[in-house]
């Protein structure tokens, strides 16, 4: 009689294994596709507000007599969102230019409510294509990183340094507005 309940006593431990191994699995799966709408939806946001940047900077026309121009000036989000803008550089002197760095640098009031500029790659600093001969440009994409409690406005620094821009007379810096809602 006792090898009858110890047989019935393994049936009901591996069908019990079973059912427990197949909630984990599901649990899972529906975890990971939490995860992945969730990701999906915050890079459609961000190609969303790249391409928005881009048409607004293109809008503007060829008629750019600024060195570095930002769209849009203001990035408005709300809080636990990604959003993005562009930064285009034209060389608008006559001068050719090598060894360019850009940077982007997050106000300290920023960085203390987690709030990040950065940029696509997850640097605070790239180099510019070289030669920038004169009226060469290029566009940089930036997206701004913020937390359920990034509630406030903050700034963002964007500027060129090297190969002498810092003497250029036009201005190589631009300061971005975030406003993060709730």
Do not use: W
């Not at 121009?69 to 989000?77: D, G, K, N, Q």
């Amino acid at each position: 009689m006792k090898k009858g309940k110890n047989k019935k006593g393994a049936l009901e431990l591996s069908v019990n294994t079973i059912i427990i191994i197949v909630i984990g699995v599901t649990l899972l799966v529906l975890g990971l596709q939490f995860v992945r709408k969730s990701i999906g939806q915050s890079i459609d946001l961000s190609d969303k507000a790249f391409q928005d940047a881009n048409k607004q900077l293109d809008a503007l026309g060829s008629d750019l007599s600024e060195f570095v121009t930002i769209a849009p000036e203001t990035v408005r989000l709300n809080a636990g969102e990604i959003r993005g803008f562009v930064v285009l550089i034209k060389n608008v002197e006559q001068k050719t230019y090598s060894g360019i760095t850009a940077n982007v640098k997050t106000s300290d009031d920023g960085i203390s409510h987690k709030v990040k500029c950065e940029f696509l790659d997850g640097k605070t600093t790239k180099n510019i294509r070289s030669p920038l001969s004169t009226g060469a440009n290029e566009r940089l994409n930036i997206r701004v990183k913020t937390e359920k409690s990034s509630i406030g406005a903050y700034g963002c620094e964007f500027s060129l340094s090297g190969s002498g821009i810092e003497e250029s007379t036009y201005s190589t810096r631009r300061d971005i507005e975030v406003i993060v809602e709730s």
